[in-house]
């Protein structure tokens, strides 16, 4: 029987906002590039007039006030602060999904026992510290919030899920009719965190933390 997986699309995003920090905008930092961008002349250069080095003054000063302006917003300061959080989260959210999916697609005599000590010794603590810190995270912005509660449910689901695989596998003999059970609330669980991940990219960019 087929065990569903479903890695969080949140892992791809974090792994951005952690890793990479341009695919996410920030309004500042493209301000100071900016800034940088136009310092045309060097220290050296002796050919530019007087009127050039006004110009060069000018602009740096519309800068600084263009960078001034473009402060990130409440929102998006929240928003950052959202996904700081999630990111403490993430390496015992993989921790669990990647060892259970190294137990492979089919649940039998064979694998029986390697997948009840994975669920039992590192998959649900894991994703049970996972479900802990997600239900700690509490944004104020009534539209997060909502949006954030498909997350929390969505991983409350596939934790019991998780669950009931293990009951499922604790016998010498599997219980399908357990593991399906087990199969159907992660199932749930992946329609929750769809309903998020369609839901967290409008709102980042409606908010103007997007590019």
Same mark, same amino acid.
């Given at each position: 029987m087929t065990l569903h997986l479903k890695k969080s699309w949140i892992i791809s @995003?974090?792994? $951005?906002? /952690?890793?990479?920090?341009?695919v996410l905008f920030s309004p500042a930092a493209s301000a100071d590039a900016?800034? /940088?961008s136009t310092s045309t002349y060097s220290d050296s250069d002796q050919s530019y007039s007087e009127d050039e080095d006004d110009l060069n003054e000018e602009l740096m000063d519309e800068l600084e006030l263009d960078d001034a302006e473009q402060e990130l917003t409440k929102d998006q300061k929240e928003f950052e602060k959202y996904l700081e959080q999630i990111s403490r989260l993430v390496p015992y959210e993989n921790k669990a999904i990647d060892t259970l999916g190294s137990v492979g697609g089919e649940v039998n005599?064979? =694998?029986?026992? $390697? #997948?009840? @000590?994975?669920?039992? =010794?590192? /998959?649900i603590p894991n994703y049970t510290k996972t /479900? $802990? #810190?997600?239900k700690q995270i509490k944004p104020s912005n009534p539209e997060l919030k909502k949006i954030h509660a498909y997350y929390v449910k969505g991983s409350y689901l596939q934790l019991e899920g998780?669950? @009931?695989?293990?009951?499922a596998v604790s016998k010498n003999k599997v219980n399908s009719k357990i593991l399906q059970q087990g199969r159907a609330k992660v199932r749930a669980a992946g329609v929750l965190l769809d309903q998020y991940e369609q839901q967290i990219y409008p709102y980042a960019r409606n908010i103007g933390y997007l590019h």
């Open positions: @995003l974090i792994t $951005s906002f /952690v890793l990479l920090g341009g900016a800034k /940088v005599s064979t =694998n029986r026992k $390697s #997948m009840y @000590l994975k669920l039992t =010794n590192t /998959v /479900v $802990s #810190m997600l998780y669950l @009931l695989y293990k009951q």
